[in-house]
């Protein structure tokens, strides 16, 4: 099993900033990948950025120039630095994590979610 903990997000003005965190643990032998995802009103989830083992970063077009997403390797963690928010950006934002364990079992593992508002 891996446990994702999230942690960040809440409501903020347009034009603002916020940071979002996850924290990776249990049965991990490596991580292949982590990133976000988005799943806003009625819509369906969609990627928004993405950090390979390999350093390999990729954005969704609609976050490109506004977002950054980073990864402490040793803390098992990435983040997602989001600023010049907009009120599109209104979502639940998940946590995603492709790793293997011990017995070179791949895993997809997903975040419990956490809401960013952008409003004024």
């Known amino acids: 099993q891996v446990q994702l903990v999230q942690s960040g997000g809440g409501l903020v003005q347009p034009g603002g900033s916020l940071r979002l965190s996850c924290a990776a643990s249990?049965?991990?032998?490596?991580?292949?990948?982590m990133g976000w995802y988005r799943q806003g009103p009625g819509k369906q989830r969609e990627l928004v950025a993405r950090?390979?083992?390999?350093?390999?970063?990729r954005y969704a077009d609609s976050v490109k120039g506004r977002f950054t997403i980073s990864r402490d390797n040793a803390k098992n963690t990435v983040y997602l630095q989001m600023d010049s928010l907009k009120p599109e950006d209104t979502a639940v934002y998940y946590c995603?994590?492709?790793?293997?364990?011990?017995?070179?079992?791949?895993?997809?593992?997903w975040g419990q979610g956490t809401q960013v508002t952008v409003s004024s």
């Open positions: 249990g049965s991990i032998f490596s991580i292949n990948a």
């Open positions: 995603n994590v492709d790793s293997m364990d011990g017995l070179k079992r791949l895993r997809d593992s």
């Open positions: 950090v390979t083992s390999s350093g390999s970063i």
